[in-house]
C-alpha cells in the first residue's frame, strides 16, 4: 500500500483532508507500553496552526482510540486512531474540479484516477494527514525515550534566514527547550527574521520555503543494512511522504561535494571513558547504510507552499483551454515551521522500527 511504510511497525495512514475524518494505523507495537495521552496531546499541539503565520483552519486534534490501548498501554493488538475533521469549507474548492492548481497533485490525481480523486483540501495529499502521522511518531517517540533515545528537530532555515545548528551533540534539553517555543528554532532573534519573511510573504499573497534539522540521540550503533536498507534509504523514503518534503540530506550532505576527504572523513577517537567515538560528524551518524553511535543528523527541505494568492497560469480539463486562477481558502504561508515535530515524529517511527527489527524491543 503507497500509504503505509515499516517493516516490524507498519504505519497505516488513512483520510482525506475535508473526509469525516483522517487516521492511522500501527501494526506490530510492542504490548504493555504505556502511553501518556497529555504528552501525546502537548506533541500534536506543537503542530496545530497558530497566529498570522499559518493556515486559519482550526481543529481540535485530540484523537480517539479505537483499539490498541487498554488501561492506558499498548496491548499488542494494532493500535487505530482518529481525528475528525470538524472545521472544513470545501466550497473554497469548487473551481479546482476543473482547473488545477500549480505544483499541485491535482492534475495527476485528475490523470491517474480518472477525474474521481478528492481535491478538496489537497485531499489524501494534504499536509492535513500529518496530524495523523502525528500521533504515531508521538507514541514512538515515548517509547524511545524510554531506551535513551531523544529525537529533536528545529527550523534551521526560512527564506533564506538560517538559525544556528544543533551542534555536534545534542542534547535532550535543547531539544525540549525548542520544543517548549512557539517558533521552534534555537536562537530566537534569527526567529524573529524568519517570522517576519513569513509574514512579508503572506501580505504579498505569497510563500516560502524552508528546512528543518533533525537529530536523534542515544541511536544504537548496528542499525540498518547495506545497499538498499540502510538508515539513510530507510528515512529518505519514510520522510519524502511528508507533503512539500522535496529533498533531505545526512550530515554535511551536499556541501561535502565541495570537501576534501581529508576534511569530511570523522577521525575515531577515545572519549574520556575509553570509549571509540569520533571527532566530528560529517556523516550525520551514519557509514555504511549503519548508524555508528554517532547522533543521527539530516536535513529536511520544504517547498514554499503552492497555494497562493497570485495570478497563476492552469488550464481548464473540461474545455482543455488555458486559463489562470487565483487560489482563495485558507492556507500557510509557510509549511515548514509546523513540519518541525512531523519530521521528529517520522524519525521516530523508522528508529523505532529498526530498533524492533534488531530485536531491540521498545519495551522494558
Request: proline letters at 6%.
Amino acid at each position: 500500500m503507497s500509504s503505509e511504510f515499516g517493516k516490524i511497525l507498519r504505519v497505516s495512514v488513512f483520510g482525506q483532508s475535508h473526509g469525516p475524518a483522517i487516521g492511522i494505523i500501527m501494526d506490530g507495537l510492542p504490548a504493555g507500553e504505556p502511553i501518556d495521552e497529555a504528552e501525546l496531546l502537548g506533541f500534536m499541539d506543537r503542530r496545530k496552526p497558530k497566529g498570522p503565520l499559518s493556515t486559519q483552519r482550526r481543529e481540535p486534534d485530540a484523537p480517539q482510540f479505537l483499539s490498541g490501548i487498554q488501561d492506558g498501554k499498548t496491548s499488542g493488538s494494532p493500535l487505530c486512531a482518529l481525528l475528525e475533521n470538524k472545521d472544513v469549507r470545501s466550497k473554497d474548492y469548487e473551481a479546482l474540479k476543473d482547473i488545477p492548481r500549480p505544483s499541485h497533485a491535482d492534475y495527476v490525481a485528475y490523470k491517474k484516477w480518472d477525474g474521481q480523486a478528492d481535491v478538496r483540501g489537497g485531499g489524501h495529499f494534504s499536509g492535513r494527514l500529518t496530524a495523523a502521522l502525528c500521533i504515531a511518531g508521538g507514541i514512538a517517540k515515548q517509547i524511545l525515550a524510554r531506551k535513551g533515545v531523544f529525537v529533536g528537530a528545529h527550523l534551521l532555515a526560512v527564506a533564506g534566514i538560517a538559525d544556528e545548528n544543533f551542534g555536534l551533540n545534542p542534547t535532550q534539553e535543547l531539544f525540549s527547550q525548542v520544543a517548549e517555543k512557539s517558533f521552534p528554532v534555537i536562537n530566537d532573534a534569527c526567529g524573529e527574521s524568519m517570522q517576519q519573511a513569513i509574514k512579508e510573504a503572506a501580505e504579498d499573497k505569497d510563500s516560502v520555503g524552508g528546512v528543518v534539522e533533525c537529530a536523534a540521540i542515544g541511536v544504537p550503533l548496528g542499525l540498518g543494512s547495506p545497499m538498499f536498507e540502510g538508515m539513510e534509504n530507510r528515512l529518505a523514503a519514510a520522510i519524502f511522504g511528508i507533503p512539500a518534503v522535496k529533498g533531505i540530506e545526512f550530515g554535511r550532505g551536499f556541501a561535502s561535494a565541495c570537501q576534501r576527504g581529508s576534511d569530511h572523513n570523522d577521525p575515531l577517537v577515545l572519549d574520556e571513558q575509553g570509549n571509540i567515538t569520533m571527532e566530528k560528524n560529517d556523516a550525520g551518524g551514519i557509514n555504511g547504510g549503519i548508524t555508528n553511535g554517532m547522533p543521527l543528523s539530516f536535513n529536511v527541505a520544504f517547498k514554499p507552499t503552492p497555494s497562493i494568492g497570485k495570478l497563476q497560469k492552469s488550464v481548464n480539463l473540461s474545455t482543455k483551454e488555458e486559463t489562470e486562477i487565483i487560489i482563495g481558502g485558507r492556507h500557510d504561508p509557510c509549511v515548514a515551521h509546523r513540519a518541525v515535530p512531523v519530521v521528529e515524529a517520522v524519525a521516530a517511527i523508522v528508529i523505532l522500527d529498526c530498533m524492533l527489527e534488531a530485536g531491540l524491543n521498545g519495551h522494558q
